[in-house]
């Protein structure tokens, strides 16, 4: 697929946010890199919590920190994850509410991309993973 934003330095965006991963109960990090519409980029970590279900997992925590600056519209987002102190050796891909939050901001082409590395990767679209969404024009 040809790209018309340097993916390479994404998921290297992403690898440096997973750096800060808090994940002590889990020991599973995951780092995130959202690209916005303008050409920024928001990164974000997974940030868990002893009452467990205040966790919330990096992808939203990089769209909640975009969407305070002002973003509304999003390109693509990268995502690695994987046990602590070893390199991601399978794809993390989003979990459901993290979906649903980028169907909230995002069109159906809007890019995510799940890597092991720079070299491994795997990129779908929205509508690829979450297909029949709800979102506010079900509302209108
Ligand atoms: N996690 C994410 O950050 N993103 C995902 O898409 C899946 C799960 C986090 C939440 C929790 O801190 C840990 O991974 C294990 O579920």
Same mark, same amino acid.
């Given at each position: 697929?040809?790209?018309?934003?340097?993916?390479?330095?994404?998921?290297?965006?992403?690898?440096?946010?997973?750096?800060?991963?808090?994940?002590?109960?889990?020991?599973?990090?995951?780092?995130? /890199?959202?690209?916005?519409?303008?050409?920024?980029v928001?990164?974000?970590?997974?940030?868990?919590?002893?009452?467990?279900?205040?966790?919330? !997992?990096?992808?939203?925590?990089?769209?909640?920190?975009?969407?305070?600056?002002?973003?509304?519209?999003f390109?693509?987002?990268?995502i690695?994850?994987?046990?602590?102190?070893?390199?991601?050796?399978?794809?993390?891909?989003?979990?459901?509410? !993290?979906?649903?939050?980028?169907?909230e901001? !995002?069109?159906?082409?809007?890019l995510?991309?799940? /890597? @092991?590395?720079? @070299?491994?990767?795997e990129?779908?679209?929205?509508?690829?993973?979450?297909?029949?969404?709800?979102?506010?024009?079900?509302?209108?």
């Open positions: 697929m040809e790209l018309d934003f340097d993916v390479k330095k994404l998921i290297k965006q992403a690898m440096g946010a997973r750096m800060k991963a808090y994940a002590p109960y889990s020991n599973y990090q995951v780092g995130a /890199a959202l690209l916005s519409a303008q050409g920024r928001y990164p974000g970590c997974n940030q868990e919590n002893a009452s467990y279900g205040a966790t919330v !997992c990096a992808e939203r925590v990089a769209f909640f920190r975009a969407v305070q600056e002002g973003e509304r519209a390109r693509a987002i990268v690695v994850g994987g046990k602590a102190g070893e390199e991601p050796d399978s794809y993390a891909y989003p979990c459901g509410i !993290c979906r649903q939050v980028m169907k901001f !995002c069109k159906d082409d809007f995510i991309i799940v /890597a @092991k590395n720079t @070299k491994e990767y990129i779908s679209t929205l509508a690829e993973l979450l297909p029949h969404g709800f979102g506010g024009e079900n509302l209108a």
